[in-house]
């Protein structure tokens, strides 16, 4: 998910500098909402990991 992620921030960067306004938005927002839920995954998957141990 995080490669998703840094792939749309990457697509959002070149859409901005070649102009495309409204592709650069809707891949810099798409970008974010994957990184908060691979940030949320993450942080759950932490804390139940460490429960299973011994």
């Known amino acids: 998910m995080l490669g ?13 500098v070649l102009g495309f306004g409204g592709i650069a938005g809707a891949s810099a927002w798409i970008a974010q909402v994957l990184f908060l839920i691979f940030l949320v995954l993450a ?12």
């Open 43 to 54: 942080v759950v998957s932490f804390i139940f990991g460490r429960r299973s141990g011994v």
């Open 4 to 16: 998703w992620a840094l792939m749309f921030l990457v697509i959002a960067i070149i859409a901005a």
